[in-house]
């Protein structure tokens, strides 16, 4: 079972840009995909992107394509999801999660979670 740990968040302005990074203490995170949720206040958790065990494949959430990249390093069991152009709708609590497809965006489809960096993008 693998422990998770985001890291990366914090306050920016509209249009620029955070690189967020989810470290794994496990043994198997290379048996694992990885994806990216986030959670505003009041709002659904939401998918954003998901990754294939080796990294060759990625998912985006429509929101978010063309903005945002998910990627990892699996020699450091670490993913990473570099968000650029951001927008005030992007404000949430980020959490990267372990499951089995990278194809998934359904959160229950994930079996282990970090416990979330906030990000807040101001106007």
């Known amino acids: 079972q693998e422990q998770l740990v985001e890291s990366g968040g914090g306050l920016v302005q509209a249009g620029g840009s955070l690189r967020l990074s989810c470290a794994a203490s496990g043994r198997t995170f290379s048996n694992y995909a990885m994806g990216w949720f986030r959670q505003a206040p009041g709002k659904e958790r939401e998918f954003v992107a998901a990754?294939?065990?080796?990294?060759?494949?990625?998912f985006y959430a429509d929101s978010v394509k063309g903005r945002f990249t998910i990627s990892r390093d699996n020699a450091k069991n670490t993913v990473y999801l570099q968000m650029n152009s951001l927008k005030r709708e992007d404000t949430a609590v980020y959490y990267c999660a372990a499951g089995r497809s990278y194809i998934s965006s359904y959160y229950k489809e994930y079996a282990y979670w970090g416990q979330g960096t906030q990000v807040t993008v101001s106007s």
């Open positions: 990754i294939s065990r080796s990294g060759g494949s990625t």
